[in-house]
């Protein structure tokens, strides 16, 4: 028998230059020396599949019928009286989570998955010492996280998926997927904690290499570059069961009530990568500004990693507030949308880049800044759209407004666009109705989200990997660039990354070069006059205000073009 390409150490069970001995390794094995180990041959109603084992240890030779297996397993062998040849162990301690895993070790170390689940306390009324035959703390985890990732499939199908060719192998103890029951009960023995443990993991290691490699599409600043991020809030639909309207509520109040209880999160996101970098959550709250808010403060005091002198933070109009303002640039830098009835003083003349310094005013604080006032005008547009921006930077040299109101718009990209990309892997209740998570008490909706949050930002990293990987377009307005992490599909890496779980360990640089292939055409200056974060599945929308335009944008500021 003869192992193509390992070394003995791999075919011993120690990684190779990077790839262990499932990580895409092929076995080849002379035809004629696969033989049945069983004695006397395989009798009816005996338990347990064999193996076939290499009877023979003769070189390949030319021309030879060679059969070539992909390695699934490296385990104990259990040897039957018979001489049927099993393995011990099962699926549940083999399984991983395939290329997300990958990247996240080689950001965050080995072993992050299998250190949490050491760690975990399981809640013994619901499971009683650990079933290992069927399911472990480890395994439990990455199908939680695969659950979040798979939009079709219940908790049971994430089993399968999960455990994928290994359901093959002839383990000596016979392993099938858990049923539904004992899923719930483990999930609910596990908890919320693993799983944001987890979520906290992915997204410091995807804040860390941001901060280690520059990613930037955008720039802001001459002398001093700042890295952009955006946020904005989301509500994502829960289960409309007692324990979760309780915790979540929904927005509005007595008859006209959401018919089903929300969760709002607020996402921290790199506008360059889409990344996510950070999430706050809470209840829906009966009003959208206030509730977002709260967050936002919340985020300042979870994540002050995020909140630096180096980033510029983009968002929309429900987070002013001077004594918010305040606090955000005392240490951080903001770009701010004003709703139009807040009113602004003015306290000089319009600057040389179109530009004036004013006062707003709120809670008894008052904040100095920066407004830029534009109108945002495409070509078919009825009345063009205006725009009042407010910033911390002073500088107009270093930070011209003209600058600043082209920035504004990479918020829709970084916030909406990432928010739909993401909600994307999530199930939904029926057409139009939106993404939806699917679980009936608030302990494991928190569980669902964190889950969520990891899956979606570990699937993010495997798809910058991809980025670094792609060969620059040979033609066309992106000939000869590097390719940028938003022109990967998410969509598409997600579903080569379930199709490498389900095979079993490949080759992690041969799935980011094959993601690589597939690529979104993006910046084609596509407008509507309705902003849609999600398809719709009805005629109203070929409607005439979700028609869409090709058009650059004109930006007008102090009546002259800029």
């Known amino acids: 028998m003869s192992l193509y390409p390992v070394s003995s150490r791999a075919a011993a069970g120690v990684p190779d230059d990077g790839e262990g001995p499932a990580g895409g390794l092929v076995v080849a094995v002379r035809l004629s020396d696969l033989v049945s180990p069983l004695r006397g041959g395989r009798r009816p109603g005996d338990g347990g599949r064999p193996a076939l084992v290499a009877g023979g240890t003769a070189r390949i030779r030319t021309g030879e019928v060679t059969v070539f297996c992909k390695v699934v397993a490296v385990a104990p062998a259990r040897v039957r009286r018979d001489g049927r040849v099993q393995a011990q162990g099962s699926p549940a301690g083999h399984a991983t989570l395939g290329p997300l895993e990958d990247w996240l070790e080689d950001k965050a170390g080995p072993g992050v998955i299998d250190g949490i689940a050491e760690r975990a306390v399981l809640r013994e009324q619901f499971v009683k010492g650990e079933r ?50 004992a899923l719930g009960d483990w999930r609910n023995a596990l908890g919320p904690g693993p799983l944001e443990e987890l979520r906290d993991v992915v997204l410091r290691a995807s804040w860390r290499e941001h901060e280690d490699r520059d990613w930037r599409a955008i720039a802001i600043g001459r002398a001093r570059p700042l890295k952009v991020s955006s946020l904005d809030g989301t509500l994502v639909r829960v289960p409309d069961t007692p324990a979760n309207r309780a915790a979540f509520g929904s927005v509005g109040t007595g008859d006209d009530s959401s018919p089903f209880p929300q969760i709002r999160a607020l996402p921290l996101n790199d506008a360059s990568t889409r990344a996510l970098l950070g999430m706050p959550h809470g209840p829906a709250g009966t009003d959208k500004a206030a509730a977002e808010q709260k967050l936002l403060d919340t985020a300042m005091r979870d994540y ?97 407004g003209p600058e600043l109101a082209a920035l504004y718009r990479w918020r829709w990209d970084g916030s909406e666009t990432a928010l739909r990309e993401a909600k994307a892997s999530l199930d939904g209740a029926g057409p139009g109705t939106g993404p939806m998570l699917r679980s009936g008490s608030p302990g494991l909706i928190r569980q669902e989200l964190a889950a969520w949050a990891a899956g979606v930002e570990m699937t993010r990293g495997v798809a910058r990997d991809a980025a670094l990987a792609a060969i620059p377009a040979r033609k066309g307005r992106r000939a000869g660039q590097p390719v940028r992490p938003r022109e990967i599909s998410c969509t598409r890496a997600r579903r080569a990354i379930l199709a490498a779980i389900r095979a079993g360990r490949t080759c992690y640089e041969a799935l980011t070069r094959e993601i690589a292939k597939y690529r979104t055409v993006v910046d084609r200056n596509r407008h509507r006059a309705r902003k849609s974060k999600s398809p719709s599945s009805f005629p109203h929308a070929t409607a005439r205000d979700t028609v869409t335009r090709t058009a650059p944008a004109v930006i007008t500021m102090a009546s002259s073009p800029a």
């Open 132 to 181: 290992e035959r069927l399911l472990t703390r480890a395994f439990m985890i990455r199908v939680i996280v695969l659950m979040t990732l798979m939009p079709d499939a219940d908790v049971r199908e994430a089993v399968i998926a999960l455990a994928g060719d290994l359901a093959l192998v002839p383990w000596a103890r016979a392993w099938v997927p858990a049923s539904a029951r």
């Open 304 to 400: 002050p990693r995020l909140f630096t002198t180096g980033r510029l933070w983009l968002t929309d109009r429900n987070f002013p507030g001077a004594a918010r303002i305040a606090r955000l640039i005392a240490r951080t830098h903001v770009l701010i949308r004003l709703k139009s009835d807040i009113p602004l003083k003015k306290i000089t003349e319009i600057l040389p880049d179109g530009s004036y310094i004013a006062e707003l005013s709120g809670d008894g604080v008052t904040v100095t800044v920066r407004v830029i006032e534009y109108y945002a005008d495409v070509e078919g547009q009825d009345v063009p759209e205006m725009f009042c921006l407010v910033t911390d930077l002073m500088d107009i040299a270093e930070y011209p």
